[in-house]
T-cell receptor, first 116, second 116 residues
Framework: AQKITQTQPGMFVQEKEAVTLDCTYD???????LFWYKQPSSGEMIFLIY??????QNATEGRYSLNFQKARKSANLVISASQLGDSAMYFC?????????????FGEGTQLTVNP | GAVVSQHPSWVICKSGTSVKIECRSL??????MFWYRQFPKQSLMLMAT?????????EQGVEKDKFLINHASLTLSTLTVTSAHPEDSSFYIC????????????FGPGTRLTVL
């Protein structure tokens, strides 16, 4: 079974608008973490935001916020005020368990294009 | 922040040769490092989990004799692609796990391997 699902292979947004990238996950582990990464064409993986399964509030980091709906097992990324430099591949990932040795499972990714 | 480096950033080699890729955590110690492989337009696929001082744990379908992993110190893990063939051409990315509140994984910039 797919553990992380990103249903949007590609998304387009106008500059300065907000965009939501979808991510759903599946796990029976009560303790897990959810991550979003940005991968520009250069290939580097840039950490954007983290949400722990026990966190009461949705995570926010600057223009990035995570809409965490635990009962629906979704962790959508919201990017506000899109910029041209936001054009990149975005990956949602889940870590099951709390230890540093716990592996990450990645979704298939969403290619975001910001139009001027 | 936490910085992870990879060397080389790109390599071209002839079929049948071996290639070593280094992954270093520059400003923190990492007992666990991870090696991923990424084909164009696809997601990251975990190849193996590298633990300092012990044998790596390989994912199903990954040939341990072909992809040799050594994690000899808390800041260095190496991946050696032995007897490389064109189908091994890919983008290889390492990550190092920092033991902090989130046990976040920090990614290296990746190594693009092309086997002729």
């Amino acid at each position: 079974a797919q553990k992380i699902t990103q249903t949007q292979p590609g998304m387009f947004v106008q500059e300065k608008e907000a965009v939501t990238l979808d991510c759903t996950y599946d796990t029976s582990d009560p303790s897990y973490g959810l991550f979003w990464y940005k991968q520009p064409s250069s290939g580097e993986m840039i950490f954007l935001i983290y949400q722990g399964s026990y966190d009461q509030q949705n995570a926010t980091e600057g223009r990035y916020s995570l809409n965490f709906q635990k009962a629906r097992k979704s962790a959508n990324l919201v990017i506000s005020a899109s910029q041209l430099g936001d054009s990149a591949m975005y990956f949602c990932a889940m870590r099951e368990g709390e230890t540093s040795g716990s592996r990450l499972t990645f979704g298939e990714g969403t290619q975001l294009t910001v139009n001027p | 922040g936490a910085v992870v480096s990879q060397h080389p950033s790109w390599v071209i080699c002839k079929s049948g040769t071996s290639v070593k890729i280094e992954c270093r955590s520059l400003d923190f110690q990492a007992t666990t490092m991870f090696w991923y492989r990424q084909f164009p337009k696809q997601s990251l696929m975990l190849m193996a989990t590298s633990n300092e001082g012990s044998k790596a744990t390989y994912e199903q379908g990954v040939e341990k004799d072909k992809f040799l992993i050594n994690h000899a110190s808390l800041t260095l893990s190496t991946l050696t692609v032995t007897s490389a063939h064109p189908e091994d051409s890919s983008f290889y990315i390492c990550s190092a796990s920092k033991q902090d509140r989130n046990n976040e994984q920090f990614f290296g910039p990746g190594t693009r391997l092309t086997v002729l």
